[in-house]
């Protein structure tokens, strides 16, 4: 059973959140490992720095990075159990990662106050925290983490008793409008995820209805109109194809080797039918019918459906003389008309129908290749729908047939 969309624009925004305290992990476990090596190897430190704040000076990072393992842990165990976590989660994340390295600062500027710590590049940190809140698509959270930023370093300088410069007022601001700016570019990334879901959504509901027997461009087509198929009246030509003496066949024949030959023979016919924007409305164990012109409308459907038979029997053909096959024989029925269109069943269960006497006079044609030992029949309405002259000249006229259950004679054509 697919997901529905919104259960899957959740996963979407789980995986993103995910990806955000992974890369959040990736960064301060660099930052300690830099501190690392510059402790032991490099030793660059400012040498006027005070001795006794190592404790200080580690406690940020490690802190952020223990905080950030637990959350990326806690997001995986969600993810795996495709469960979103309470709505306040995150607001609550963002309230823990903006107040840990504001309370660094202010341990710093209390013990301090000869260092002017608010003017240090350490501000910066708040900066990390609300480029990455875009991965979590959503405007709100990511203007909640640049006014909570911009805030907490207002109650930064007042509760220090600092100087409020001109300078302090465009760092506020720049925090500020970067939340602003951070959650206008999620709202477009979640936007575009969410365009992309939809269309996802629409493909899979067209390939659930027709399967793997349509073409690309059919399936293009039909996205354009929203994947919706609604009933009404369409000029189609019908084709039903038949494998001759196909219960013989299988006489003697264990079920692998029988399906076997069915994969083979219906792979020669999907891959040319698709050619010729064809689709397979069913498959009949020993032949199938199909469908020109529904649901996307074709120019002329009676001369796709001659020309995919054609190309049909001459690709068999060759098959054949390649020993692709054991020897087969088909007959093919052709007719073209108007008939209804449309999905028919339930929301749990919708089948696309072709219905109208073109369906049923196509498989009638079919069944007298038997009679005329041909392989490929058409009506007189196919002729009038092609090319008349050259088709007629091409053909070989059968006359007018008595139909089995049909109300009048049918004159009927033979092209192979």
């Given at each position: 059973m697919k997901m529905p969309i919104n259960k899957r624009l959740n996963e979407v925004l789980l995986q993103h959140e995910q990806r955000r305290a992974l890369i959040l992990v990736i960064i301060f476990a660099i930052g300690i490992c830099y501190r690392l090596l510059d402790l032991f190897v490099l030793k660059i430190t400012d040498p006027d720095a005070p001795k006794n704040t190592f404790g200080i000076a580690w406690l940020f990072p490690v802190t952020i990075l223990l905080?950030?393992?637990?959350?990326?842990?806690?997001?995986?165990?969600?993810?795996?159990?495709?469960?979103?976590?309470?709505?306040?989660?995150?607001?609550?994340?963002?309230i823990i990662e903006v107040c840990l390295p504001s309370c660094v600062i202010f341990i710093i500027a209390r013990q301090y106050p000869q260092y002017n710590v608010l003017s240090s590049p350490v501000v910066f940190i708040y900066f990390i925290f609300i480029i990455l809140s875009t991965l979590r698509l959503n405007f709100w959270l990511s203007f909640f983490c640049g006014l909570f930023a911009a805030t907490s370093y207002l109650i930064l300088r007042v509760v220090l008793n600092a100087h409020f410069y001109s300078t302090d007022a465009v760092k506020v601001a720049i925090l500020l409008i970067s939340g602003i700016a951070a959650g206008l570019v999620a709202r477009q990334i979640r936007s575009a995820i969410n365009s992309l879901l939809k269309e996802a959504e629409k493909r899979s509901m067209v390939e659930d209805l027709f399967g793997q027997q349509i073409s690309a461009e059919i399936v293009e087509k039909m996205l354009e109109n929203d994947g919706k198929i609604e009933s009404k009246r369409m000029q189609v030509a019908i084709m039903f194809i038949d494998i001759r003496n196909f219960t013989q066949f299988v006489v003697g024949k264990s079920p692998e080797e029988v399906v076997q030959y069915q994969d083979a023979f219906f792979r020669i016919v999907i891959d040319t039918i698709t050619l010729y924007n064809g689709i397979i409305n069913q498959f009949l164990g020993d032949g199938c019918m199909v469908t020109f012109g529904a649901p996307v409308q074709l120019e002329n459907p009676a001369k796709a459906a001659v020309d995919a038979a054609v190309r049909l029997l001459q690709e068999l053909n060759i098959v054949l003389e390649n020993g692709g096959l054991p020897a087969t024989r088909i007959g093919i029925g052709i007719h073209t008309g108007e008939v209804v269109t449309g999905n028919i069943?339930?929301?749990?269960?919708?089948q696309y129908s072709i219905t109208g006497s073109v369906v049923i006079l196509a498989a009638?044609?079919?069944?007298?290749?038997?009679?005329?030992?041909?392989?490929l029949l058409v009506s007189e309405e196919v002729i009038q729908a092609m090319d008349e002259q050259v088709a007629a000249?091409?053909?070989?006229?059968?006359?007018?047939?008595?139909l089995k259950g049909w109300h009048k004679p049918v004159t009927v054509y033979g092209l192979a």
């Open positions: 905080f950030e393992v637990v959350s990326l842990l806690v997001i995986t165990k969600h993810l795996k159990r495709k469960k979103q976590p309470p709505r306040g989660a995150r607001y609550f994340n963002t069943g339930t929301s749990q269960r919708r009638r044609i079919e069944q007298l290749n038997k009679q005329f030992g041909s392989q000249a091409a053909a070989t006229n059968f006359g007018c047939v008595a």
